[in-house]
């Protein structure tokens, strides 16, 4: 590790040295970082990596945001953090060098197009279908909640190609051309007043074959890898104000009474224990595709934002009913990379989706039950039926 770490950071000052983040343009920096491989340390050669420990990548953030750098992965988090370790993962030597880069320089915003109207927490009951035509395939379907649809550039798709098989075998993965005709998107207008999630309706999408990623009905094993990462996303530290340092705040200014007290006390404790576990998780993190217990991360980063903001709103107490006169969220790369918003009335909204986005809450417990604890699966009669077979209200 000591040898790596030299080498990160030499690359990081070389980097710095050659490209001043205050005399160098945006891309022109990040397009430089991923040569360096500093965009993913723990990719390989070539794939803006170097093969080294990912905990390293940690010291490349920090170095690179003290000097005032450029950060690649704030404005299309879903691609950095998840469509590029399945692109890593799955995709052939051409495929990473068609995607990697221009996802890292800002070229290209990757969004997701896994959920359906029929197929959410199940999501090996999805029903999009595409038919082979050569050397391309032909799509049909509707997509949900696929977070920033409207700006991005790729979809993560993941559509059934062989009905016949098991509904969990017959699907296959493949990075969707936003722009390609037939591809409809309509933003979906949520609580906060903004429209941050989409439907999207693919109608007689052409899509090559050279956009697959991995094999045909091999796309439940690529999907996996994706919502392994997304689960990591969810549960990834930063350096910001969370909500329980904002209500920890809140309440040593404020007047508070006892039912107050114990559940700040409740908070920060649960926000520590999480905390502790992030740090376990990061060290114990190789260069694979993460496991199962990232949705310990996931599920209890959810629900401790829920409550920590709902404390706040009641420390705030009347000036928790106020709503100021809020405009939609403009979807810009200035934004994306900010630190969010601040009006934690509008936080507290925002918090809702926590516990469904990336996974259920419920779901996230019954992948820890299954597959980490190990206790015996729910009975499912349609795990080995052909998907052509199941019922379908």
């Given amino acids: 590790m000591t040898a790596d770490g030299d080498l990160v ?14 005399t160098t343009a ?14 993913w340390v723990h990719f390989p050669h070539g794939c803006g990596g170097l093969g080294v420990a990912p905990q390293l990548q940690r010291e490349v953030v920090l170095r690179l945001a003290e000097a005032g750098a450029p950060d690649g992965a704030a404005a299309n988090r879903l691609g950095y953090a998840m469509g590029a370790p399945t692109v890593v993962a799955w995709g052939d030597r051409a495929q990473q060098q068609r995607y990697l880069r221009p996802l890292f320089v800002g070229d290209e915003r990757w969004c997701q197009l896994f959920s359906e109207p029929g197929a959410g927490s199940d999501l090996a009951g999805l029903s999009t279908r595409a038919v082979r035509d050569g050397d391309s395939w032909i799509v049909d379907g509707q997509k949900v909640w696929s977070s920033m649809a409207t700006i991005s ?49 693919l109608t007689g999408v052409r ?97 401790l934002n829920q ?38 009335r509008r936080r507290f909204l925002r918090s809702r989706a926590q516990s469904i986005e990336g996974g259920t809450s419920e779901i996230m417990r019954t992948i820890l039950a299954d597959r980490v604890l190990g206790l015996p699966p729910e009975p499912r009669g349609d795990k080995h039926l052909p998907f052509s077979r199941i019922p379908r209200g």
Wanted: proline share 5%; charged share 30%; aromatic share 6%.
């Fill in 26 to 39: 945006r891309r022109d920096f990040l397009a430089a970082q991923f040569d360096a491989g500093l965009a």
């Fill in 307 to 344: 409550d920590a903001l709902q404390l706040c709103l009641d420390l705030l107490g009347d000036e928790s009913l106020l709503y100021d006169s809020w405009e939609p969220v403009a979807y810009t790369e200035e934004a994306l990379a900010g630190q969010g918003d601040a009006d934690l």
């Fill in 207 to 303: 899509v090559p074959d050279a956009a697959r990623i991995g094999a045909v009905s091999e796309g439940w094993k690529v999907a996996m890898t994706t919502l392994m990462e997304e689960r990591v996303l969810f549960n990834r530290r930063r350096d910001d104000a969370g909500p329980t340092d904002i209500a920890l705040d809140l309440y040593r200014r404020r007047e508070r009474g006892a039912e107050l007290r114990t559940r700040m006390i409740d908070l920060w404790i649960r926000a520590r224990v999480q905390h502790l576990n992030t740090v376990r998780a990061a060290a114990n993190r190789t260069a694979g595709i993460p496991g199962p217990e990232g949705s310990i991360g996931k599920l209890v980063h959810a629900e």
């Fill in 153 to 201: 550039d790729i979809g993560m798709l993941v559509v059934r190609t062989d009905p016949e098989l098991p509904k969990h075998q017959g699907l296959t993965y493949f990075l969707l051309d936003m722009r390609a005709p037939g591809v409809e998107v309509r933003p979906l207008r949520q609580l906060t007043g903004d429209a941050e999630f989409n439907e999207v309706y």
């Fill in 9 to 22: 950071r030499a690359r990081i000052e070389e980097l710095l040295r050659d490209h001043p983040p205050t």
